[in-house]
């Protein structure tokens, strides 16, 4: 915490802290800042391949912002303090994001070693399990934050900021047809918790299986044990696909011996599960695929507002007008609360349509497709990890929001894969 490295380690190991001071996803913005000026004391800059597709991303990102006033056909809602809001906290984690890449990118080995990196992610995989058994075990806790004291009420009582600010341990869905905690803590919601937990996994696999001792090893086989709990009552099948893709993807690179130890490994997890309490739970919830149709009214509503704004988008979302059962839902002067989720909050891809349009969405999309075709042949863990992750982030844009936390986690994962080929240089 002395060293030059200090703010990448108060972003990972001290996240837990920043969720419970209120900044949690927000803890990113606030670290960028240091690492703005850190890296301004040491010019001239290395640079990763695709940063000028993310600057074009950030620069569309800003164009977008004069569409803030306009609502396409079939949504409502009128310009606004939170939706100023909304885009400017998305504008600052786009770039503070990208500072963080560069910041990673510019620490030597000397000063954050790759390895003492994929630990420090580790940990908090770690601190993401114990989050999840909170949320199982005790989905009520929730408290009120030291920074949702301090700010205004106009500004606290945006739904969209009390998510980010409010720390709780579950979030409540009728996934299964009933209310049912689902665990999000320490995150900004339970898809978050999702999304980030598989990413954090690979690392923590890598940083103390593959390269841990005896001791490490046992440590990582009783974590995995207890992650299996709240990953079931999750009841996220974008996570439970994600996990069952990652598998395959390492049958399929590694070789040799490690390839049948992990086949070995991965029957007796398959048939311990098989005979746990928690299988029932899945079948439960692959038996209530009750949201396909919302996303389905969600997706289609997003690509057809889009189409009146292809190129730049709306700068934020826009709530449509009526649901997947009616056309007649929907905010009113009798009834203000009623409405629909906003657009683009089925997952990243349909986020940056509805945001910066078709334009938009390309540049992210070649963004980590980039990231893999560069990295494909580095057959090393780190290597190996890092295209994993890529894709996974490829399979999420679907069906997950990459804003707060994930995509953090995607950039710190991509700030990996250029340090290991400089390394491997």
């Keep these: 915490m002395t060293g030059p490295a200090w703010p990448i380690a108060a972003l990972l190991v001290g996240y837990p802290v920043w969720w419970a001071l209120g900044f949690g996803g927000l803890s990113v913005i ?251 739970l899945v079948a439960q919830r692959l038996d209530k695929p009750h949201s396909n149709d919302i996303r389905a009214f969600t997706v289609s509503a997003t690509l057809t507002a889009a189409g009146h704004s292809p190129v730049i988008g709306y700068g934020n979302t826009r709530n449509a007008t009526g649901n997947h059962r009616t056309i007649t839902t929907g905010k009113t002067d009798w009834c203000d609360t009623c409405g629909h989720p906003p657009l683009g909050s089925d997952g990243q891809l349909w986020l940056l349509i509805i945001t910066q349009g078709f334009t938009g969405a390309a540049l992210y999309v070649a963004f980590f497709v980039g990231a893999i075709l560069r990295h494909r042949r580095d057959r090393s863990p780190v290597g190996l990890a890092g295209v994993l992750v890529m894709g996974l982030v490829l399979l999420y844009m679907f069906v997950y929001d990459g804003l707060v936390t994930p995509l953090t986690l995607y950039l710190v994962s991509f700030a990996l894969l250029w340090r290991n080929q400089r390394e491997g240089a």
């Design 30 to 280: 606030v670290l960028a800042v240091p690492m703005a000026v850190l890296l301004w004391r040491r010019r001239p800059l290395k640079v990763p391949p695709g940063f000028g597709l993310w600057l074009l991303l950030l620069a569309g990102y800003l164009v977008s912002g004069l569409m803030l006033a306009e609502s396409p056909p079939g949504t409502y809602g009128e310009l606004g303090a939170g939706r100023i809001l909304g885009y400017g906290m998305r504008l600052a984690l786009y770039s503070s994001v990208l500072i963080m890449v560069l910041y990673l990118g510019n620490l030597t080995e000397r000063e954050l070693p790759q390895l003492r990196l994929v630990r420090m992610l580790g940990v908090l995989f770690v601190s993401t399990v114990a989050g999840g058994l909170l949320g199982v075990f005790f989905p009520g806790f929730a408290f009120t934050s030291p920074v949702e004291l301090l700010l205004p009420d106009w500004i606290s009582g945006n739904s969209f900021v009390q998510n980010l600010i409010h720390p709780t341990a579950a979030q409540t869905q009728k996934v299964l047809g009933f209310a049912s905690p689902r665990p999000e803590a320490p995150y900004e919601w339970a898809n978050a918790w999702g999304s980030n937990a598989s990413v954090l996994l690979v690392w923590f696999v890598v940083g103390w299986w593959v390269y841990g001792g005896t001791r490490h090893r046992l440590l990582v086989a009783a974590v995995l044990a207890l992650a299996a709990i709240p990953v079931v009552y999750s009841l996220n099948r974008g996570l439970w696909i994600g996990l069952g893709l990652a598998v395959l993807y390492v049958i399929v690179r590694v070789r040799g011996r490690t390839r049948a130890a992990l086949c070995g490994a991965l029957a007796a997890g398959a048939l311990a599960f098989a005979l746990s309490p928690l299988a029932p």
